[in-house]
């Protein structure tokens, strides 16, 4: 079946590449700071240490023990329908930086997929979002989005969609299939700014955020 290109929303998409921009930088940054380590280990000492110094600092970077999870509840004057149609669509408000970072959106077999290039193209990796909808006990609209990044689990999130007082709220919990390494955590961070950002960009306020960084 062949697959079809789909367009983003382009406040939402607008604040991903601010992001992107920024997470570079950052990622950038945090190899210079590896590096300059390793050379003032070798100036002050001898090549030797400086080897051993920066083969642990790259173990202790990308060694995978920490896992992200948490909470967020979102709110809207869109109506509960319009919502649930946003969440089961191809571009979750909730995953504004992943569809908003990636090349394009594609559905392909009914799935909505985010091709994605980086590191000057020498690198890509594609993620795929598979969502199941079911109407909970009190009547609400549960959402499960399984995000999957080269057919293997990354993350599980979960939307609950209900009316209070007028208006729509949400509240999601998400959880990481998959753990990340130290070298992560200022990505992480300024990942939760722009997350935020990208979802008010959409229309939607952020009522309450928890996340968590734990082995």
Avoid: C
Avoid at 32 to 60: C, E, G, K, N, Q
Avoid at 140 to 166: F, G, H, M
Avoid at 183 to 188: L, N, T
């Amino acid at each position: 079946m062949p697959s079809t290109t789909i367009a983003r929303p382009e406040d939402g998409l607008r604040v991903a590449k601010q992001y992107l921009r920024r997470e570079r930088l950052l990622s950038g940054l945090v190899i210079v700071v590896v590096v300059s380590l390793f050379l003032l280990t070798y100036v002050t000492t001898s090549l030797l240490p400086a080897v051993v110094v920066a083969a642990v600092l790259v173990v202790i970077a990308r060694a995978p023990i920490l896992q992200s999870k948490g909470t967020v509840r979102l709110q809207t004057d869109t109506e509960l329908e319009a919502v649930v149609d946003a969440f089961t669509g191809p571009t979750p408000p909730v995953l504004g930086l992943q569809w908003g970072v990636a090349d394009e959106v594609i559905i392909e077999d009914g799935t909505p997929t985010y091709p994605t290039s980086y590191l000057l193209g020498l690198r890509s990796a594609e993620p795929s979002v598979n969502t199941r909808t079911v109407t909970t006990p009190n009547g609400a609209q549960q959402v499960e989005l399984e995000i999957l990044v080269n057919d293997k689990p990354w993350a599980t999130y979960t939307a609950r969609i209900s009316n209070a007082d007028e208006q729509t709220v949400i509240d999601v919990e998400y959880t990481s299939n998959r753990r990340f390494g130290l070298r992560r955590i200022p990505q992480q961070l300024l990942a939760k700014r722009y997350r935020d950002a990208a979802i008010t960009a959409q229309g939607y306020t952020v009522v309450e955020r928890n996340a968590h960084f734990g082995l």
